[in-house]
């Protein structure tokens, strides 16, 4: 099979996403702005408690509320809710006011349960017991220890060792459109729903399975989506009751988006991460050994597990994790799940034992690397030995944020603003799956277009098909019609775990290649040629490199019949298994705790670059969500009333244009990398920002600030628990 | 949010006719009153627009000489447009621009801003003010990273959400307020109170009443504010502090030192005031000044940093009305 081209035209060159404008001038119809005629909107009753019997219920106000035209019930007497946010009922009304009304006209009796809702709440043992019969004690679900070598032993052989107790919260996904689907049937079998989902075939599979009907049935439309980060992988429960609303009246479609309050409460997030770290070295900087007690929250049903040790060779450790259940929202997938907990709390006692040692972070980092840390070679010439990468990553990165100017921690001079420098390792895979198919058309008029039931969330996947196409078709990409976000298109993939460009640009590129066989079989006895021959460039057919007829021409003599392939995965053109690092230069001004982020270095691989612009945009996203994570993110959970004080965009904080820093993204884009072809970027450039700026913060201020987000509140706690006040 | 009436009276007169004072709110630039409606928190049967009656926009007066007339429909960013305030009042005009993002300070009246209702999180999850439950404090037991540290003796813990009635007080600034019975004038910390029981409103301006006008008198020395809080971005301050200095030549003849973020008025901080009188400004007198505010702070469960953090603002504001801004050095 063929590889990628050698000497590419577009591929790894910066083009602006194809819809680029359309989005950026609000032309672009999200999910969300689809609004068939005859729509009727959604409404839902959630559980304002955290834990609660339903006494009784009374659905019957609502079926009489003015406007109404369909309700569905959930839950029924006797149920048990187990968070705020755990849907009971839903409606559907003529607007948006009159549903929201019926819902809150719906007669609900509760009798309030006992909650817990934060860690520390689960795990006291006064606390009661809430999620019996899952053989719990403290709310908790106890892990195995994972040892490996001796890990005592190592510990005492060490010349310098730190014990360090770290954190970070739960933080929610925050996508800007919501999550929700309209749904609405034609006739008692057909149904088409425009959802916000980073899965169409995932989410029309559901519908189908819910409501009975073939699968062919459904269509799910979802052209673009305002983000997902792993947490719309399906129709979702709010899915399946808009549909089912629709159903009950007569059709008509029903629009069913979460409000912002919701999104927090019951439309997944990040486990929180509490670790006890003990973590040693020899002298000259060599990991002996470690031993780490972990444990977070996932909510009510969601497990919190992340990847330690991180990146570094521990050869004697021993970990054990517990899961804690509280009374709230389930976990989902987000932007690399566990592996930012992990960088946070590996990272963190790295720089600890680094300032222990009195030794500069990065050497001491580099020295703990494995000597061979191979990874997928996915058809590639040679193995990918990921420590040389590192090393030759860290290099770069220290260049570009300045490394050399940094002090060791706490000698930041006398003033009360403090400059400094942290760094971060991180790792993800980002292989493509196998199984996935695009169709590729060439019209006799000349029009291409390629189509798979994959989707954009926000990755450049529209923009990465059709740029293939171009590349083989000498075309330029906005001459391709690039056709995606539709479940009755061919097997697709879904977008997560980095995945969707490297399993969607190898079927694509076949798709394409075989396509442009096809053409040349045909035209080549019209042009006195050997289809061997032939070439194309510049919208030209060239034989033996000379430009003997027009693109359009060539294609006209297909008469009627469009060419049209199928292509499939082939491997050597997707790879898996990726590595960079991230730099912070931070001033914390240590009499009010405030951090200001002053710059970000990322360098990052990811084998075979289909689009510059595109991959930068994703990694400059990551970052800004990773400094989200690192400075502002935190759910808040009341503990007596059991509700999250914070479901908003006001005191969930987030940054705004003026918490952005000078963002410096390099590529690490060695010959060595492209020929591993095409590795997933959405994930991995969000791991390490928040445990470098944990560690530029603690650089600055000279004390560890032990407790993620790096909030005023927490710096200054630090600072105080230090000088013993606190 | 609940169906109500709506009326857009053209002038107070007739605003004050459509605030019946029982189930009316008045509207203005709505960046508080519509997410309180959204959120059920606030219900009420008519809403009054206030931004159809042109004479409460405005601003008069010459901020050099005798100060101004600030109209309460003034918009922040008409506010921070006017001539001469930052020159004048810089206390004002610091914590005006420190006020949410354009788009709101587009939308925000001065009036809204002092009018506007506590954002403590209890409060607005419908636990009421006092957010009491089964007589015990939600807030006391709860997460107050955000709320007073003085006064916490009582159970009004939330912290007055208004930034611009600090340096307003600090300036000495009086409210014109429009009743059935006429008009009546009253210094600015005079609009505030704290709730003792369920029901009682946080505001002294009456639900039948309007308020008409700010008026800032010259300032009488240097002034300042200096604000801390988490984002550089649409953030509300963590604390803040607004002084007013009156200077006999190099000394402090007379000070005020108001306070944000710590009580459930505007604080006014009598030691640092005292601890200022009769001094030059200096780091050390500041940082006096600074420990004498924070003298007699009783910190709940969780807001201890805003101890140290209060210190800061105001070693900083007083430092910064004669111009000394160490910090950014």
Redo the contacts between chains.
């Keep these: 099979m063929a590889g990628w081209p050698e000497s590419p035209r577009l591929i790894g060159t910066e083009i602006p996403r194809l819809d680029g404008l359309a989005k950026a001038s609000g032309r672009a119809k999200y999910p969300s702005d689809m609004n068939p005629p005859g729509l009727l909107h959604g409404a839902m009753l959630w559980s304002p408690h955290a834990h609660a019997k339903i006494k009784s219920i009374d659905l019957t106000p609502a079926e009489k509320s003015p406007g109404v035209k369909a309700v569905v019930g959930v839950m029924k007497e006797g149920a048990t809710v187990r968070y705020q946010g755990e849907v009971i009922a839903a409606v559907a009304a003529e607007t948006e006011e009159k549903a929201r009304d019926a819902v809150r006209a719906i007669k609900i009796e509760f009798e309030v349960l006992p909650h817990v809702v934060t860690e520390a709440q689960a795990m006291d043992p006064k606390s009661p017991e809430v999620f019996k019969g899952r053989g719990l004690a403290n709310n908790t679900r106890k892990g195995n220890v994972q040892k490996n070598g001796d890990p005592e032993g190592g510990l005492e052989k060490a010349d310098v060792k730190i014990e360090g107790h770290y954190s970070a919260p739960v933080i929610t996904h925050v996508c800007l459109e919501p999550h929700g689907l309209t749904a609405k049937w034609d006739g008692p079998d057909k149904l088409t729903a425009w959802a916000s989902t980073q899965a169409v075939q995932v989410t029309a599979n559901e519908l189908a399975g819910r409501f009975e009907i073939p699968a062919t049935n459904v269509t799910v439309l979802t052209d673009v989506m305002g983000g997902g980060f792993g947490s719309k992988f399906g129709a979702d429960l709010w899915g399946l009751l808009a549909a089912e609303l629709s159903k009950k009246a007569d059709g008509k479609p029903v629009k069913m988006f979460l409000d912002r309050a919701h999104e927090h409460l019951a439309a997944g997030n990040r486990p929180s991460a509490f670790a006890h770290v003990r973590l040693g070295a020899t002298k000259d900087g060599k990991i002996t050994g470690m031993i780490a007690e972990t444990h977070g929250t996932g909510g009510a049903s969601g497990g919190a597990n992340f990847p330690l040790p991180y990146v570094y060779l521990v050869e004697n450790r021993s970990r054990s994790h517990s899961d804690v259940f509280v009374n709230g929202g389930g976990a989902r997938a987000m932007r690399a799940p566990g592996h930012p907990q992990g960088c946070i709390i590996m990272e963190a006692a790295m720089d600890d034992l680094a300032d222990a040692l009195g030794m500069d972070p990065l050497e001491f980092r580099l020295k703990n690397l494995g000597e061979r840390d191979v990874v997928n070679q996915g058809g590639a010439p040679a193995p990918i030995n990921r420590t040389k990468v590192y090393q030759d990553q860290v290099r770069i990165g220290a260049e570009l944020i300045g490394w050399a100017k940094r002090k060791p921690r706490g000698t930041n001079g006398a003033g009360p603003i403090k400059k400094g420098y942290g760094m971060a390792l991180h790792q993800w895979g980002g292989g493509g799956a196998p199984d996935k198919q695009v169709e590729c058309m060439i019209n006799p008029d000349g029009s291409v277009e390629v189509r798979s039931a994959t989707q954009d969330i926000g990755t450049g996947a529209r923009t990465i098909l059709a740029i293939i196409a171009a590349e083989v078709l000498g075309l330029e990409v906005k001459e391709i019609t690039s056709n995606i976000g539709n479940s009755t298109f061919k097997p697709g993939q879904a977008s997560g775990g980095s995945t969707t460009t490297p399993s969607m640009s190898p079927p694509c590129y076949n798709a394409v290649l075989a396509a442009r066989a096809e053409l040349f079989e045909k035209i080549a006895p019209k042009l006195g040629a050997e289809p061997g021959d032939l070439s194309l460039a510049k919208g030209q057919v060239l034989v033996k490199g000379e430009a003997k007829m027009s693109w359009k021409d060539a294609c006209r003599q297909l008469g009627m019949v469009p060419i049209t392939t199928l292509g499939k995965f082939t491997p050597g053109l997707s790879a898996n298994g990726v590595g960079g690092c991230q730099f912070a230069e931070v001033d914390v001004d240590v009499e009010t705790g405030v951090v200001k982020v002053v710059k970000i270095v990322a360098v990052q691989d990811s084998g075979l670059i289909i689009d510059k612009m595109t991959w930068n945009s994703q990694v400059y996203g990551g970052i800004i969500g990773g400094l989200n994570y690192g400075l502002f993110e935190e759910r808040v959970m009341d503990p007596t009333t059991g509700v999250m004080l914070n479901a908003d965009m006001e005191l969930y904080k987030l940054a705004g244009a003026s918490d952005i820093p000078e963002i410096v993204v390099r590529a690490y884009e060695t010959e060595e990398m492209k020929a591993r072809g095409v590795i997933g970027i959405g994930e991995p450039p969000t791991i390490a920002t928040a445990a470098a700026i944990g560690n530029a913060v603690t650089n600055a201020v000279g004390v560890r600030v032990p407790h993620w987000p790096m909030s005023p509140m927490n710096v200054l706690n630090a600072l105080a628990s230090n000088q013993g006040k606190a | 949010?609940k169906?109500f009436e709506y009326a857009a009276p053209a002038t107070p007169e007739l605003a004050l006719q459509a605030l019946d004072g029982k189930d009316s709110e008045a509207l203005s630039g709505g960046t508080d009153l519509i997410s309180r409606m959204k959120d059920y928190v606030t219900s009420p049967a008519r809403v009054v627009y206030l931004k159809e009656i042109k004479a409460l926009a405005g601003i008069s007066g010459d901020a050099s000489k005798d100060g101004l007339t600030i109209g309460a429909g003034t918009t922040l960013a008409a506010l921070l447009a006017h001539k001469g305030l930052k020159d004048a009042y810089p206390a004002l005009h610091q914590a005006a621009s420190e006020v949410g993002?354009p788009q709101i300070k587009n939308m925000a009246t001065i009036g809204g801003n002092l009018l506007q209702r506590p954002?403590c999180?209890?409060y607005r999850?419908g636990?009421g003010l006092l957010a009491m439950?089964d007589g015990?404090s939600?807030v006391r037991?709860?997460?107050n990273?955000?709320h007073a540290i003085f006064m916490t003796d009582g159970n009004a813990l939330f912290v007055s959400p208004s930034s611009l009635a600090v340096p307003l007080v600090a300036l000495g600034a009086k409210v014109t307020i429009l009743g059935a019975k006429g008009e009546r004038t009253i210094p600015v910390d005079q609009l505030y109170t704290v709730p003792k029981k369920d029901g009682d409103r946080e505001l002294t301006i009456g639900a039948d009443e309007l308020l008409v006008k700010i008026v800032v008198p010259a300032a009488k020395g240097k002034n300042a504010s200096y604000e801390?809080?988490?984002?550089?971005?649409?953030?509300w301050p963590?604390v803040m502090a607004s002084v007013h200095l009156e200077m006999d030549g190099d000394k402090v003849s007379d000070a005020k030192v108001v306070l944000y973020g710590v009580a459930p008025i505007p604080y006014r901080s009598e030691a640092a005031e005292a601890a200022l009188r009769g001094k030059t400004v200096t780091m050390d007198s500041a940082a006096a000044a600074a420990d004498a505010a924070v003298s007699g702070a009783k910190p709940l469960s969780?807001?201890?940093?805003k101890v140290?953090?209060t210190k800061?603002?105001v070693?900083?504001a007083v430092l910064a009305a004669v111009g000394n801004r160490?910090?950014e050095?």
């Design positions: 949010m169906a993002t954002r999180w209890y999850a636990n439950k015990k939600l037991d709860g997460d990273r955000y801390a809080r988490q984002k550089q971005a649409h953030d963590l969780r807001n201890a940093y140290p953090l800061t603002v070693k900083r160490y910090w050095a």
